[in-house]
Each structure stands twice: as C-alpha cells, then as structure tokens.
C-alpha cells in the first residue's frame, strides 16, 4: 500500500492560465473523490468517480473545472481560466467500497496570483 | 450553508488528560459520522466512525459519542498524548449522499508535554 499520490505538490501559476493536477490512488480502490480546502475550512467536496465513470459532480465545480479518470486508475483535474478564487488545497482521495474510509492523498497546493 | 459545525477552533490540554473535541450539525438525514485528522503538509487520515444506529464507537484510546436528538458528536481520546497535536475534522454523510462528506471547519488540538 504507497497510498494516494499527487503532483504536483505546489503550483504558482498567474490568473487565465490553466492548470492540470493529477492523482493515483490505492491500486485496488475503484473509487475516487476530489476535494478542495481553502484556509480555515474543511475540505469541500468537488467530484467522485467510480471506475473511470464520474458519478457525481458538486455545484462548486464550475465549467473551468473538468476531471478525468481514463481506464478507471489515474486520475486528473484540470482548472482552465484560473481565477484567484481558485487558490486552495487540491486533495484527491480514493476508497474500496461504498461508506468506506477514504484515504486522502498529501495534496496539491495551488496558488493564483 | 454550513451543515456540520466545530464551533472550537482550537483546544489546548496536558499530556496524559482527556481531549474532547465537539462538532455539530443541522442536516437530520445525516446517518454516518466520521473523524480524520490532519497533520501540517499530509493529507486527512480517518480516525474513527459512527453510524447512526449507535450512539458510541470506540477505538483504543478514541471514543466518538452521538447524540442524535441533540445533533451533536463529540470525540474523546483519553490518555492525550503529545502525538495527538494536529487538526481534527469531523465529517458526516447521508445514505443517498454517501459519496459525498461534509466536512467541519476542524479543531486544532495542542497536547502539552
């Protein structure tokens, strides 16, 4: 078990440009979420993929925002037009089953200027 | 809208004493709480759970409480230790919202040596 890796750790990017964060989960997790926190908050649910179908998609994921999971094992968001609302913790996490505890990964810090 | 409340946004306590962390929440159809905790540059990682048909789950040195009528949980490790320090969250979901939590805005715990 490595657990849930992202990268990459830390992004500076300036506002309009996009960019494209990605996770691998627990190998045999079939489940996948995408959560974001911002300073002083919990984490925020953004998106969740079972296999590589996206089941569920929160109203906070705007259409700048698309996430993938091709072949139901990596996946990837991607933040197009970035905005300085959009600086946060990108956290990924994936779980075995439905209920499970979900295994967060150590995060992807990104930050608009 | 704020639907799971950790009204403390920090706590202090003496090493070798009882932490008790409280969270509340306003959603009624919530039926399973959780609690991970966060330590500075990693990921949440899942502490303890609590469905809704009990009232008390207990883990070693963890213990969550429920109380449905008052909408309330509360975890408490007894004996603190100075490796408890981090960022607590609770968390709750429902049985039609499973993939998604709701997370609090988290208690950080300082265990004193």
């Known amino acids: 078990d490595t657990g849930v890796s992202q990268d990459p750790r830390h992004k500076i990017t300036k506002r309009g440009q996009n960019v494209t964060f990605r996770c691998d989960p627990i190998?045999?997790?079939?489940?996948l979420y995408w959560y974001r926190q911002t300073l002083g908050q919990g984490p925020e649910f953004l998106t969740y993929?079972?296999?590589?179908?996206?089941?569920?998609k929160s109203r906070l994921l705007s259409d700048r925002f698309s996430a993938e999971r091709p072949k139901g094992s990596f996946s990837t968001l991607e933040i197009q037009r970035t905005e300085q609302g959009d600086s946060a913790m990108y956290l990924c996490?994936?779980?075995?089953?439905?209920?499970?505890?979900?295994?967060f990964g150590s995060g992807t810090q990104l930050s608009v200027l | 809208d704020q639907q799971v409340k950790q009204n403390s946004p920090s706590l202090s306590v003496q090493e070798g004493r009882i932490s008790i962390l409280n969270c509340d929440y306003t959603?009624?159809?919530?039926?399973?709480f959780l609690w991970y905790k966060k330590y500075p540059a990693e990921g949440p990682t899942f502490l303890i759970s609590?469905?809704?048909?009990?009232d008390k789950n207990e883990d070693g040195r963890f213990t969550v409480f429920l109380n449905k009528s008052a909408k309330h949980l509360s975890l408490h490790i007894v004996p603190s230790q100075p490796g408890d320090s981090a960022v607590y969250f609770c968390?709750?979901?429902?049985?039609?919202?499973?993939?998604?939590?709701?997370f609090g805005t988290g208690t950080r715990l300082t265990v004193i040596p």
């Open positions: 959603n009624s159809m919530f039926d399973y």
């Open positions: 996490a994936s779980s075995l089953r439905n209920r499970g505890k979900l295994f």
């Open positions: 993929f079972q296999n590589e179908a996206q089941l569920e």
């Open positions: 190998s045999e997790h079939n489940r």
């Open positions: 968390a709750a979901n429902t049985q039609t919202g499973a993939n998604n939590l709701f």
């Open positions: 609590i469905s809704s048909i009990k």
